[in-house]
């Protein structure tokens, strides 16, 4: 049974109106459907090295910036729910303050026990030196009769024997007393681990806990539960291609500005060299970049006056005088 009518032909009639129909949708496509490709300015700054290096060799490095002590990450030595949270991100705090507590009911509890333990222990220890000294003084007047016919052998026997019990008890009472002595010190450690204090003076960089919250020992989605770094001053870590390390006057002050912002530039003072080359991690998003290199970090010191300027996690350009003799 044919589709079409008889007087109707495919290849005469219908083929060339599906080409033609074909044709404007792909018109129609190429004017409307594909992305605008017209040109705009870049909305950054490209990395431009400063006037004083434009015509002196130098090396460029990319970095991040970072507290002075460098992060501090914050985790608990108790599990348990967040009682207690002392601290917000911009807070500075001195070393030993509080940042959060965890519930302490459990251990408080497990505390007054061992205190009543203690007081149990030393309540033993006096009654036990008190018997003591009635078997002692008991057994002292035994062995001051003169007359041997007035005491017999056994009496004597028996108040050595109560005197010795005496003595053992109370040896027994005081090892009870320092167990539980141990215990209730044991209590008021774990009492004092369960308030988290700072273990530096510095700035809290971020808070990721809620009061309510329950806390484990290993931390829950990767997170650290607060992190914290001295921020005066801040420093900032320079990643240094190795094939370019040995080109960097190390020791020489640098110039740093904000990634993107190649318009605000400081001069940052050397701090140090870190002793291991460590793999690239720190990417320029260069279309000619290698992530295949080891890179020298160096560390810098920001002025106080950049505070404002750069903030701790924030990307930058670096510009580092190279060796003399070493090219551009």
């Known amino acids: 049974m ?7 032909s495919f290849s005469r009639q219908v083929l060339p109106v599906v080409v033609v129909v074909g044709l404007v949708l792909a018109v129609i496509y190429i004017a409307f459907g594909l992305p605008d490709r017209e040109l705009t300015e870049p ?6 090295a400063p006037a004083t290096l434009a015509n002196e060799a130098r090396v460029a490095g990319a970095g991040v910036v970072e507290p002075s002590s460098e992060t501090v990450q914050i985790g608990t030595a108790l599990p348990g729910l967040v009682t207690d949270l002392r601290v917000q991100p911009g807070d500075f705090v001195d070393k030993g303050q509080p940042l959060f507590s965890v519930d302490t009911r459990a251990i408080a509890a497990q505390a007054r026990e061992a205190e009543a333990a203690v007081a149990e222990a030393r309540a033993a220890i006096a009654e036990a030196s ?4 009635t078997a002692a003084r008991q057994l002292q007047l035994y062995r001051n009769v003169s007359d041997p016919a007035a005491v017999s052998r056994a009496e004597v026997i028996r ?11 109370l040896d027994l009472a005081r090892a009870r007393l320092q167990a539980a002595e ?6 008021r450690t774990e009492l004092g681990r369960a308030t988290v204090r700072a273990p530096i003076s510095g700035e809290i960089l971020a808070v990721n806990i809620r009061p309510g919250e329950y806390l484990s020992t290993m931390g829950g989605g990767g997170q650290p539960f607060i992190e914290m770094g001295e921020t005066r001053p801040l420093h900032v870590r320079i990643d240094i291609d190795e094939e370019q390390a040995a080109r960097a006057e190390l020791g020489a002050p640098a110039t740093i500005n904000p990634r993107g912002a190649s318009g605000t530039r400081v001069r940052a003072s050397f701090v140090r060299a870190e002793p291991l080359v460590v793999p690239k991690r720190s990417l320029t998003n260069s279309a000619a970049e290698r992530v295949d290199v080891r890179v020298l ?11 404002g ?5 924030q990307q930058v350009d670096a510009w580092i005088p190279a060796k003399s003799g070493s090219g551009q």
């Not at 044919?2 to 109707?8: C, G, M, Q, S, V």
């Not at 909305?43 to 431009?48: F, K, N």
């Not at 008190?130 to 000294?133: D, K, M, P, Q, V």
Request: proline content about 8%; overall charge positive.
């Open 2 to 8: 044919a589709i079409l009518p008889r007087n109707i």
């Open 43 to 48: 909305t950054g700054d490209p990395p431009t």
């Open 130 to 133: 008190s018997a003591r000294g």
């Open 159 to 169: 108040a050595e024997g109560e005197a010795s019990a005496a003595q053992e008890r």
């Open 182 to 187: 141990a215990r209730a010190g044991s209590a």
């Open 297 to 307: 970090q160096v560390i810098y010191a920001l002025p106080e006056s950049a505070r």
């Open 309 to 313: 300027t750069f903030r701790v996690g």
